[in-house]
C-alpha cells in the first residue's frame, strides 16, 4: 500500500469543508449548542508553534462536539489594534492598516493548512469599521449608564515621542524607542467603572468551577478585597499651603543629608489619612509616606526647592504598584511630624516616598519596618527605627536585628493593651478602639482600580466623544456611528497622528452646532477583546449583537488561552458582561464557562560567539553556519520572537502533513505543562501517521469471525478518548488511541477487527482529520468522517468480568491469577497455594496465615 500523501489529502479536504461550509455554525439548529473558543491571535505576520498548539486544542474538542450531536460554534478573528502597527508603520513605511490587513492574509492562510474546523463565515477584526463601530456605541451605551468618566491620571509620558507608553514600553526608566528619561504626567483619562463590580468579580470567582484554580486566585489577588481601618495622623503643626517649609535636599545618600529645618508657621493642611490592613502592627510605626503629588507634597514643593526636585525625581519613576515594588526606594524627609493616634507623645517623621502612588488608597502610609520588606530597606536606608511588635515566639524583644523584614505568623509584643494577642484579634482590638474613640473606620477596600482606557496612538478605536467649548463633554450621535479613522496620516513626527490631523479632529458640535474638536485618544486594545466572543455569536449590521441571538451560545462553553491572560484580558471581559447586564443589554454574568490554560512550546536558545541570538536554523552542529564560529546553547525556553527559539510550522507542514504536526501537539505532554519542540517527536508522529494509514487500508474484504478481547477494548477506547478529550487531556486520549492501534495490528482477521478499525478511524479523525477524511471516502463511506457520529458504547462491553488478583507471601508480590470476578475465598486461597511460585518459596512448610481480599490480592504469611 502506497504512503499517505499528506500535502494531497490536506490540500483536497481543506478545500472540500470550504466548499460545503462544513463548520459553520446554525444559529436555527435545535441541537444542543457548544461554543468553543480559542483567544484570537493578534496579526503580527506568521503563527508560531504556540498557536498551532492552542487551536489544535479547541479543534479537536470542537470536531469532538460535532461527532457526539452539538451545533458547535468555532470562530477565528484578529485582535487587530494596537502600538505593533504603529511601530511598523514607523520603521517600515507603511501604513498601519496595510501591514495588518497582509499580516492578516498571511496568518489565515497557515491557520487554514492546519485544517482547524473555524466558522471563517463568521471572521472579524477589530480594526474594521464594522467591527469598531460597534464598540463605539457599546461604550456610549456605558457612558448613558454612568459607567464611564474622564479624569486626570498619572501617566509614562515619553517626552521625545510626545505619547504615553505602556509599562511594558518603559525599561529602565526610559522610553523603549526614544531613550528618553519617561516622566509621570498628568493626563485627563477615560476610565470604565470596573471598581463598581469588585464584589460581584470576586463573589463570582467562586462560581467558576470550570476555571483553573491558579487562574481564579490571580484573580482574586489582582481584586484583592481587604479589611482595615481608615484613620488620620494629625500633624504636629499645621502645613501652610504655600511657601517657608522647610526641609532637606533630594535624599539619596541618609548619612550626608542635613537635618531638616522647622516647618513654618501658618494653617493650612492638619492631618494625613491613611488606610492599613495591618492595624495589629501600628504600635510599629516609625514613619508616615505620603506619594509625590499628595496635596503634602505639591504644598512643600513651592516653598521648597529641594522639595520640588525630588518630586520631579519621583516622576521618572514607575506608575505601577508593579513597578514600584523593584525600583530603588527613595525618599525626602520633609521636616513634619504626625502624632500616633494612641499616643500623643509619640511623633512619627513624614516623608514624601517614591514607592507611595496617589492613586493607591488614600496616597499615603505608615511604616513598619519590622513586618514589611519595603518599610525596612526603606527604614534601613534612612536610619530609622525598626521595632518588633509581631513576634513568631523566638524573642520578644523590640530591638529588630534580623536581616529582613518578619511577615509570618505569630504574637502581638511590645503593644501595649494589644500583647499576647493574635493578629486577628489584634486587629479587631484596634478598630474597634478608633471607631469608640473616634479617630479611625473599619473599612473595605479593594486593590483593583477603576480601569483607564486612553491611549494616546493612532491605531486603535476612536474614543466617540466630542468637547465643545460651551456644551463640554458631548457624545457622537449614535446615527454618526462608526467614528472612522483618517487614512491620510503621517507618522513622521512623534505623537499622535489624529492630534495634529488638519480636519478630522474639527468637527460641529453635535448640541450647539459650535466649533468643537473630537477626542483624539483612542481606546486601549483591552476593551476589543472584552466583548468579541459576543459579536462571533451574533453578528447583525444595525447593532452589536442581537440579544436573544447572543444568549443562546454565551457563555463560551470552552475557552481556550494562555496563562498570561489570566488576569487582565480575563478579568476585564468578565467586568464588559456585568456592565452589559447592569444596562440591560444582555442577561449573562459570566462570560467563559470553561477556561484552559495551556503550556508553552519551548526550544532551546542559540548565542553566537558576540553574544547574538541565534535562530535554529542558523545552527548546525554546535556552530554557526554564516561564520562557522562555535555558538553557545542556551536553556529551553518558550519560543520567542525576541530570543529567535521559534519554529516556523510552514516548512514542517510542508514536510510532513498537517496531521503529523496536530498529532505531535496532542501527544507528548499534558496541555497544561509546557511542550519542547522536537524533530524526533515530530518524526515520530509521521511516522504513526503512515501506520494508521496502512492500517485503515487494510481488511477491506468482508471477513467473520469474533475477537471479544478487541471488540471489549474498542469499547473501551470509546469511553476513554471521550473522557479523555471532555476533560481536555489530550495526550491521554492520544496514549489510548497508540493501545487500540497496537491491539488491532495484533489481531488476527475477524468481523472485530474490522469493527474495530472502524471505531479506531472515527476516534482519531478530531487529532487527524485530513487522513480520517481520506480513509472514509477510500472505504466507501458516504458523506464526511467530520460529520459521523461518535462511536456508541456498549455498557455491557464496558464491565470487566475477570480480575487479576495479586499474589503476596509475606508482603511481597511473588505471582498473579486471572480469575473470574466474585471467586469465593475459598478457592483464591487453593489456587494460590497451588502456584509453582509460592510452592517454591514455601519449601513444603505451611503458612502460619492467608489473607484474601476478594477480587484484589492473596497474602500468604510464611
Request: aromatic share 10%; glycine share 8%; hydrophobic share 40%.
Amino acid at each position: 500500500m502506497s504512503r499517505f500523501n499528506a500535502l494531497k489529502a490536506d490540500a483536497h479536504w481543506q478545500r472540500v469543508w470550504d466548499e460545503r461550509r462544513t463548520f459553520a455554525a446554525d444559529d436555527a439548529s435545535t441541537k444542543p449548542r457548544a461554543y468553543v473558543l480559542e483567544m484570537f491571535p493578534y496579526p503580527s505576520g506568521k503563527i508560531h508553534m504556540g498557536h498551532v498548539r492552542n487551536y489544535t486544542m479547541g479543534d479537536v474538542l470542537a470536531r469532538y462536539r460535532r461527532m457526539t450531536g452539538h451545533e458547535v460554534l468555532h470562530p477565528m478573528g484578529w485582535d487587530a489594534f494596537g502600538m505593533p502597527a504603529e511601530n511598523a508603520a514607523m520603521e517600515k513605511g507603511v501604513h498601519p492598516g496595510t501591514w495588518t490587513r497582509a499580516n492578516i492574509a498571511a496568518m489565515k492562510a497557515q491557520l487554514k493548512r492546519l485544517g482547524f474546523a473555524l466558522d471563517w463565515t463568521r471572521e472579524l477584526a477589530t480594526c474594521e469599521p464594522n467591527y469598531y463601530g460597534h464598540e463605539q456605541a457599546l461604550f456610549l451605551d456605558l457612558f448613558a449608564g454612568g459607567l464611564v468618566y474622564r479624569k486626570e491620571s498619572s501617566v509614562n509620558w515619553d517626552p521625545v515621542d510626545m505619547t504615553v507608553l505602556a509599562n511594558e514600553q518603559v525599561i529602565d526608566g526610559r522610553g523603549w524607542r526614544s531613550g528618553a528619561v519617561v516622566e509621570k504626567r498628568k493626563l485627563s483619562q477615560w476610565f470604565l467603572k470596573i471598581t463598581d463590580f469588585a464584589d460581584e468579580l470576586l463573589d463570582g470567582l467562586g462560581k467558576l468551577e470550570h476555571w483553573p484554580d491558579k487562574v481564579r486566585l490571580m484573580q482574586e489577588n489582582w481584586i484583592g478585597k481587604s479589611q482595615g481601618l481608615k484613620f488620620s495622623f494629625v500633624l504636629s503643626s499645621p502645613l501652610p499651603l504655600a511657601g517657608g517649609v522647610g526641609g532637606g535636599p533630594v535624599a539619596t545618600d541618609p548619612d550626608t543629608s542635613p537635618p531638616p529645618a522647622p516647618p513654618a508657621s501658618g494653617r493650612g493642611e492638619d492631618s494625613v489619612e491613611v488606610f492599613t490592613t495591618r492595624p495589629d502592627t501600628i504600635f510599629g510605626a516609625s514613619f508616615v509616606a505620603v506619594a509625590a503629588d499628595h496635596p503634602i507634597a505639591r504644598a512643600l514643593a513651592e516653598g521648597n526647592p529641594a522639595a520640588a526636585a525630588f518630586i520631579e525625581r519621583c516622576k521618572q519613576g514607575g506608575t505601577t504598584a508593579a513597578e514600584l515594588e523593584t525600583q530603588e526606594k527613595l525618599g525626602f524627609d520633609t521636616g513634619l511630624t504626625a502624632q500616633h493616634p494612641l499616643d500623643s507623645s509619640w511623633q512619627l517623621p513624614i516623608y514624601i516616598a517614591n514607592f507611595v502612588l496617589m492613586e493607591y488608597g488614600t496616597g499615603a502610609v505608615f511604616g513598619v519596618p519590622a513586618h514589611d520588606q519595603r518599610d525596612f530597606d526603606f527604614a534601613r536606608k534612612y536610619g530609622l527605627t525598626i521595632k518588633r511588635v509581631v513576634s513568631d515566639g523566638a524573642t520578644d524583644e523590640p530591638a529588630f536585628t534580623d536581616d529582613e523584614a518578619y511577615t509570618g505568623a505569630g504574637t502581638i509584643v511590645n503593644s501595649h493593651f494589644l500583647d499576647g494577642m493574635t493578629i486577628e484579634d489584634a486587629k479587631r482590638a484596634v478598630i474597634d478602639r478608633a471607631e469608640v474613640e473616634g479617630w479611625g473606620t473599619g473599612t473595605t477596600v479593594f486593590r483593583l482600580r477603576d480601569w483607564g482606557v486612553s491611549r494616546q496612538r493612532y491605531w486603535g478605536t476612536p474614543i466617540p466623544i466630542i468637547h465643545c467649548g460651551a456644551c463640554g463633554v458631548v457624545p457622537v450621535p449614535q446615527d454618526q456611528l462608526p467614528v472612522i479613522l483618517p487614512d491620510d496620516v503621517s507618522f513622521a513626527i512623534p505623537g499622535n497622528p489624529l492630534d495634529r490631523h488638519p480636519t478630522w479632529k474639527h468637527v460641529a458640535c453635535p448640541s450647539c452646532g459650535a466649533d468643537a474638536v473630537r477626542e483624539t485618544d483612542t481606546l486601549d486594545t483591552f476593551v476589543d477583546s472584552s466583548w468579541y466572543f459576543i459579536r462571533f455569536a451574533s453578528q447583525p449590521d444595525d447593532q452589536p449583537f442581537d440579544r436573544a441571538e447572543a444568549e443562546r451560545w454565551l457563555p463560551v462553553a470552552q475557552y481556550i488561552g494562555g496563562v498570561e491572560h489570566a488576569i487582565l484580558h480575563l478579568l476585564y471581559a468578565r467586568f464588559w458582561t456585568r456592565a452589559l447586564r447592569h444596562i440591560g443589554k444582555l442577561d449573562i454574568a459570566e462570560p467563559f464557562a470553561g477556561l484552559f490554560t495551556q503550556g508553552m512550546v519551548t526550544h532551546e536558545t542559540y548565542k553566537s560567539s558576540d553574544g547574538r541570538w541565534l535562530a535554529p536554523d542558523d545552527v548546525r552542529d554546535g556552530t554557526e553556519i554564516a561564520t562557522g564560529h562555535p555558538i553557545t546553547v542556551g536553556r529551553v525556553e518558550k519560543m520567542s520572537k525576541s530570543k529567535k527559539n521559534t519554529i516556523d510550522p510552514e516548512p514542517i507542514v510542508d514536510q510532513y502533513g498537517a496531521d503529523a504536526v496536530r498529532w505531535f501537539m496532542l501527544s507528548d505532554s499534558p496541555p497544561e505543562r509546557d511542550l519542547p519542540w522536537s524533530e524526533a517527536g515530530i518524526e515520530g508522529s509521521w511516522r504513526f501517521v503512515q501506520r494508521l494509514w496502512r492500517l485503515f487500508g487494510a481488511d477491506i474484504d468482508d471477513v467473520t469471525g469474533d475477537d471479544l478481547p478487541l471488540r471489549k477494548l474498542a469499547h473501551r477506547s470509546t469511553t476513554g478518548v471521550a473522557e479523555a478529550i471532555e476533560g481536555l487531556q489530550f495526550n491521554k486520549a492520544v496514549a489510548l488511541l497508540y493501545t487500540l492501534a497496537n491491539a488491532i495490528e495484533k489481531a488476527p482477521a475477524s468481523a472485530d477487527r474490522r469493527t474495530a478499525i472502524d471505531t479506531l478511524l472515527r476516534l482519531a479523525s478530531p487529532m487527524v482529520p485530513h487522513l480520517a477524511e481520506e480513509a472514509w471516502g477510500m472505504a466507501g463511506r458516504e458523506g464526511l468522517i467530520a460529520d459521523a457520529p461518535w462511536p456508541t458504547v456498549d455498557p455491557a462491553l464496558l464491565v470487566d468480568d475477570e480480575v487479576t488478583i495479586a499474589v503476596q507471601v509475606n508482603g511481597k508480590l511473588r505471582d498473579t491469577l486471572v480469575v473470574a470476578k466474585g471467586t469465593p475465598k475459598d478457592v483464591l486461597e487453593t489456587t494460590a497455594l497451588a502456584s509453582d511460585k509460592v510452592i517454591r518459596l514455601l519449601e513444603g512448610q505451611s503458612p502460619r496465615k492467608v489473607i484474601v481480599v476478594p477480587d484484589r490480592l492473596v497474602n500468604i504469611v510464611a
